[in-house]
């Protein structure tokens, strides 16, 4: 059974197998009679579905309405629709009886748009030509017309019959009769029952039965008067007796009854009550109680039943919930929880979870399940405890009586040892004490701390941080010492920064002084960076000292984070250069994992400490740290993004630099962050002469870029020619001859090909030839910090100069670069790219030494590698390729070996891109070596 009630499973199922047996007179059709007559049938559950009480279409016009929007990037706004039969209409919205049998609004003016669309509007259709092309459209195996009918609140059989119905309301015999016949021999797999007019009606009833059920349950979480919900359960067994959805709707509406009428005795009692503040505790506690029928709570995942309702979900600024009034009364409120675990009554919050299927029973795809009062207290009660009471999971305390009773035992056997400490040592110090276990569980005892015992909390959160191991309950704790406030804040989080044995915690507090004001701890961890270039620390806490002194505001502290800034890792770099910007929202790509550093506090968030700009010192301090990572070429590992109004694609630390110096200054330090790589390049070099400028030292050259120069018409016509009119055994020596002029012919190619016919094959070869000659690699680069290549390296670069790169070369290159590497070579990226159209390709390698390799692995490798005596254990690599700021290509992952197969399909995917398109291929494999 699902939850209702804490009585037997025996008895809940004597009633629901007579509704069986009623059933089968309910619902003649589901008996082994002789099949009725189609026509007669047709009308008989014709007129049965008029019945049910959905409004009569006899009159409504057919129509077409608006039901969303899709505006893809740099495409015009597209409208999408769905039809339905208009009931009314008034100034500011159509009402529409749509296939999911439900009446809906539908606004005349979209939401979230400025300018209209001219194509949202609700127009009349010719019922009978929509119903003649469903019926064609059902007769195909790929219907992209079908999703009308093929998903929504109904199954494809009821929106099959509802349109059939409604033919026959408005005199379309014809159609009705073929929709009708449709929706017989249809096998819907959503109901579980055979097709055949013998159990139509069934199927029918069963999905409309489920989905009132299903929407009674909903209206709770919407606060509808539960009134109306008990009216809207009693009669689902009056049009739809015996099924399994109108038994469940019996024993909810049995619930139901009860709490109507208590809510209307609670009401007029309540007016002749004290104020609840003047109340005993007890008093207090059972009215919450009472108030658990009212709980909202939130799943995390709406899915098949997973995921927990959480009844403590964040509401932001709304009152506080009976729930959390009850957590922060403390133990007080314990005994009286335990009591109500049994308590079946209903709260407004819903939990999902996946039908269960009956023998010869309709499959029924989704069901809420109701949290009651009892599930509600569990809650409660496992927060205050710091514990799991039940532990099944994708199921429901209430479901079973036995799951009841053995939770009440274990909780009450809990509430003994509760009861013997708080007797020795009183609720404060019980509360002070568990709260130091140190695990996530304990942070939210602070909550009936700070409620009951405020001049206790600091002290004791500032106890719990020490002593936290998890790094995340410490944030939280040093968190709550900000919410206890009071006098004695600041000298907490001084003793804190100074005696902490903590450097995680130091620098949280440091952080939290700098809200108020205080920069204390700039000079502590201005030592602990200087110190911390010898020793090893974990990545993030780097990361995090490197924000703090980034934004303590101090001049001196931003100079000491500059120095030997270029020696460390660039996870901590690419935090240094951010820290200095702006709160612009922040949208990196999917694969784009390496932004994430850029935020103190782990959760995308940001302190708000903007720089001082009116600082001369401190900003001169800041830009002299920018300009130096102007020179930091070290890619993010990120595709392509947006940052507040700008777009990027596959940045360097240096292009984040210069973005974040153009928000401090735009004037002084002009940088487009969105533009394409040898933009990017010789903008930061123009920035850095600026600055070299200002100290009286010589300009850095500017990058030349690659000119690949137009092929002569004259030239090319005459090749082209003689290409054309060769003989086949010639063909092959005219096509490189046309090879060798280079990137700079495509354009004329392009020009031949059109103009020719459609159906000449010469197109084709022309094609396929302009597609070589644009991905002609004509330049070959190495990064500043790469090692030199050497050997079979160098000798297999070399050879690939002035040729075409296509996807067996490419994959030659990845994977000859990987078996030839050797020590101190540990990893290597590659970048190709091609400008535009007749640029050709330029290849940029980067091998990677120890040093960068290392800072790049990935700690969920496999901590077990094959018996070998050198070379690499392991690959991890990134494939990436896009266009124009659209991803191509994405794949991240680690092997031993390098994939062919997956570098082929990087290939095939960035090589199939129009050469007058601009294209960008990223290839990374780090290595795991054997030294």
């Known amino acids: ?535 090893r620390l974990p990545s993030d806490t780097m990361i995090e000292l490197a924000y703090y002194l980034a934004k303590c505001g101090r001049a001196d502290a931003v100079a000491a984070l500059a120095e030997g800034l270029d020696q460390r890792s660039p996870d901590i770099r690419l935090a240094a250069v951010r820290a200095f910007a702006r709160n612009d929202e922040l949208q990196a790509g999917e694969g784009s994992s390496n932004f994430r550093v850029f935020f103190f506090d782990g959760e995308g968030g940001e302190t708000s400490l903007p720089v001082k700009t009116n600082d001369k010192v401190l900003f001169a301090a800041v830009a002299d740290l920018l300009i130096g990572e102007l020179a930091d070429t070290e890619p993010t590992r990120n595709g392509s993004g947006r940052w507040g109004e700008v777009d990027f694609s596959d940045p360097c630390i240096a292009d984040v630099a210069g973005h974040v110096l153009y928000q401090l200054d735009a004037k002084r330090f002009p940088f487009d962050l969105s533009a394409r790589r040898p933009e990017r390049d010789r903008q930061r070099v123009v920035l850095i002469n600026a600055w070299r400028k200002t100290r009286h030292l010589s300009e850095l050259p500017l990058p030349r870029p690659t000119i690949v120069t137009p092929v002569a018409e004259e030239t090319l016509t005459l090749l082209l020619d003689r290409r054309q009119k060769a003989k086949a055994e010639l063909r092959d020596a005219a096509e490189r001859d046309v090879e060798k002029l280079g990137p700079g012919a495509v354009l004329g190619i392009l020009i031949r090909r059109d103009q020719l016919k459609p159906a000449d094959p010469m197109r084709k070869d022309l094609e396929r030839l302009a597609q070589r000659l644009a991905n002609t690699l004509v330049e070959i680069q190495f990064a500043d910090k790469s090692l030199k290549a050497s050997g079979k390296l160098a000798a297999r670069l070399e050879a690939l100069k002035n040729k075409p790169l296509d996807t067996p070369a490419l994959v030659e290159l990845a994977v000859g670069l990987t078996n030839e590497m050797a020590l101190p070579a540990h990893g290597c990226r590659l970048h190709v790219t091609r400008a535009g159209l007749g640029s050709g390709l330029v290849l940029r390698v980067d091998l990677l030494d120890k040093a960068r390799n290392n800072a790049l692995h990935d700690e969920s490798r496999p901590q077990e590698f094959p018996q070998l005596k050198a070379g690499a254990l392991w690959w991890q690599h990134s494939l990436g390729a896009e266009s124009n700021g659209r991803e191509i290509f994405e794949q991240s992952a680690g092997d031993l070996d390098i994939s062919r197969e997956q570098l082929r399909s990087l290939g095939d995917a960035a090589f199939a891109i129009d050469v007058r398109k601009p294209l960008d291929i990223n290839i990374e494999y780090i290595g795991h070596w054997l030294e």
């Not at 189609?38 to 049910?52: K, N």
């Not at 669309?117 to 079908?146: G, H, I, V, Y």
């Open 1 to 535: 059974m699902d939850r209702l009630g804490d009585r037997p499973r025996a008895r809940l199922m004597r009633p629901f197998a007579l509704a069986v047996i009623v059933a089968c007179l309910a619902y003649p059709d589901a008996s082994l009679a002789k099949p009725p007559e189609p026509a007669a049938e047709r009308v008989r559950l014709f007129e049965w579905f008029s019945t049910l009480g959905f409004p009569d279409v006899k009159h409504a016009r057919f129509v077409r309405y608006p039901i969303s929007i899709s505006a893809p990037d740099g495409e015009p706004i597209d409208v999408d629709f769905a039809h339905g039969f208009l009931l009314d209409e008034s100034k500011d919205a159509w009402t529409v009886l749509s296939f999911d049998l439900k009446q809906q609004p539908v606004q005349k003016r979209p939401q979230y748009l400025q300018k209209q669309p001219t194509d949202w509007a609700c127009r009349a259709e010719d019922l009978a030509a929509f119903a003649k092309s469903m019926l064609a459209a059902q007769s195909k195996r790929n219907r992209l017309e079908d999703f009308e009918f093929a998903g929504g609140g109904h199954s494809k059989t009821s929106r099959l019959f509802f349109l059939g119905w409604a033919c026959w309301r408005q005199g379309l015999d014809e159609p009705a009769a073929k929709l009708f016949e449709l929706a017989t021999d249809l096998r819907d797999q959503e109901l579980g029952l055979p097709p055949g007019i013998v159990t139509l009606r069934r199927r029918i009833a069963v999905d409309l039965a489920h989905d009132e059920f299903v929407e009674a349950q909903s209206d709770l979480s919407r606060k509808e008067p539960r009134e109306k919900i008990l009216a809207r359960l009693e009669s689902i067994p009056t049009k739809f007796p015996g099924l399994e959805s109108a038994f469940w709707a019996q024993e909810m509406a049995r619930v139901l009854q009860s709490m109507v009428h208590e809510d209307r005795e609670h009401a007029e009692n309540e007016k002749h009550k004290k104020p609840f503040a003047e109340r005993s505790r007890k008093e207090q506690v059972a009215e919450l109680i009472f108030e658990l029928r009212d709980q909202h709570g939130r799943q995390s995942h709406m899915t098949r039943g997973r995921g927990p309702v959480d009844i403590f979900f964040d509401q932001g600024p709304a009152p506080e919930s009976p729930a959390d009034r009850l957590f922060k009364l403390g133990y007080e409120a314990v005994p009286q929880l335990i009591e109500a675990l049994s308590d079946e009554r209903f709260s407004r919050a819903l939990g999902s979870r996946p039908s269960r299927r009956r023998r010869r029973e309709p499959r029924l795809n989704f069901r809420y399940h109701v949290l009651t009062v009892g599930d509600c207290a569990l809650q409660i009660l496992e927060r205050l405890a710091c514990r799991e009471f039940y532990k099944q999971t994708g199921r429901f305390m209430s479901e079973s009586p036995l799951w009841i009773a053995a939770v009440k035992q274990e909780a009450e056997q809990w509430n003994d040892e509760l009861e013997r400490d708080l007797k020795q040592k009183g609720e404060r110090q019980v509360l002070v004490e568990r709260m130091q276990g140190g695990d996530w569980a304990n942070t939210r005892l602070a909550e009936p701390l700070l409620a009951k015992y405020p001049d206790a909390a600091l002290p004791a959160l500032a106890a719990a941080a020490r002593k936290a191991t998890n790094k995340q309950v410490m944030l939280e704790f040093v968190q709550l010492m900000e919410r206890a406030g009071g006098k004695e804040l600041i000298g907490t989080l001084l003793d804190e920064l100074k005696n902490s044995p903590s450097l995680d915690e130091r620098i949280t507090v440091a952080t939290l002084l700098l809200k108020h004001q205080r920069s204390d701890g700039a000079v502590p961890l201005v030592e602990e960076w200087k110190r911390s270039a010898e020793h």
